[in-house]
């Protein structure tokens, strides 16, 4: 079967850095996209990775290694309006989307 | 330009009964993708639908279904409501149809949460 796994919850403290990390298996890879879900709200998103290697975008950066089966979205210099949940989702060789669970990143003061 | 507008954004029905949630996409995307949200699961994928046609659907019961009309507005329709169909429903709009392409960015609504008692 298809799978991703992201741990459920993170706690960070304002001003730090975090990773997120995601793994997965799936048949085939056409891509992983990670979407920011801020409770209550839609998902938005974030990033997009094909190749392997890092995708930086401004506070946030988003890593992958095909090789691994592996992803990681790393968010810098964390502020309040960070906290929400961030969804891993992996394209699989027939162009559907696998969603992960959704880690959710908890910051304090 | 507007967003994706999903309509209504809570409702409550009782088991047995039927309810009809709408999404209008963003001007231009002919794509209209349905998730179904609930605590701790990923999102699970329901149907897609491009140009008034169904392309994809996902591991769910008969009971939901939709449609897509020429404007490109869908709505999706559950029918003898269960417990657990009480979740949080996701449409997402895009340009190109799902499964073309890999850089194909989802637009979402922000979601009709239906409880059923």
């Known amino acids: 079967g298809q799978n991703i796994d992201q741990p459920t919850e993170m706690t960070a403290t304002e001003g730090a850095i975090v990773q997120i990390n995601c793994t997965y298996q799936?048949?085939?890879?056409?891509?992983l996209f990670w979407y920011q879900q801020h409770a209550g709200e839609a998902p938005t998103f974030l990033s997009y990775n094909v190749l392997d290697g890092l995708e930086e975008k401004g506070r946030f950066s988003s890593f992958l290694s095909r090789s691994k089966g592996y992803s990681y979205l790393l968010l810098k210099e964390l502020q309040m309006k960070d906290s929400a949940s961030y969804l891993c989702?992996?394209?699989?060789?027939?162009?559907?989307?696998?969603w992960g669970a959704g880690t959710k990143l908890i910051i304090k003061p | 330009k507007a967003g994706v507008t999903q309509t209504p954004r809570y409702l409550i029905k009782t088991r047995g009964q039927q309810v009809t949630l709408s999404c209008s996409p963003i001007?231009?995307?002919?794509?209209v993708s349905w998730y179904q949200q609930t605590p701790g699961q990923g999102l699970q994928f329901l149907f897609e639908y491009f140009s008034e046609t169904q392309r994809n659907k996902g591991n769910f019961p008969g009971r939901f279904s939709g449609r897509q009309f020429s404007n490109s507005r869908s709505e999706m329709n559950v029918s003898t409501l269960e417990l657990g169909d009480s979740a949080l429903y996701l449409c997402a709009s895009s340009l190109l149809a799902l499964g073309l392409t890999g850089a194909n960015v989802l637009t979402f609504g922000a979601g009709s949460r239906l409880t059923v008692l």
């Open positions: 001007s231009g995307h002919r794509s």
């Open positions: 989702v992996v394209m699989d060789s027939n162009y559907q989307l696998i």
């Open positions: 799936t048949s085939g890879f056409n891509g």
